[in-house]
């Protein structure tokens, strides 16, 4: 990897999301919620 690639690589994940699963290929990008929206029961 060039060091082009890795600072776009550093930008993209600082401006994506907090955390960021690897599988194999996939990457999933995403936040977690301190207090999430409360859940009513029907």
């Given at each position: 990897?060039?060091?082009?690639?890795?600072?776009?690589?550093?930008?993209?994940?600082?401006?994506?999301?907090?955390?960021?699963?690897?599988?194999?290929?996939?990457?999933?990008?995403?936040?977690?919620e301190?207090?999430?929206?409360?859940?009513?029961?029907?």
């Amino acid at each position: 990897m060039s060091d082009e690639q890795r600072e776009l690589l550093l930008k993209a994940q600082q401006s994506i999301a907090t955390w960021k699963l690897r599988i194999g290929n996939l990457r999933v990008y995403y936040d977690i919620e301190e207090e999430p929206d409360q859940i009513v029961p029907l």
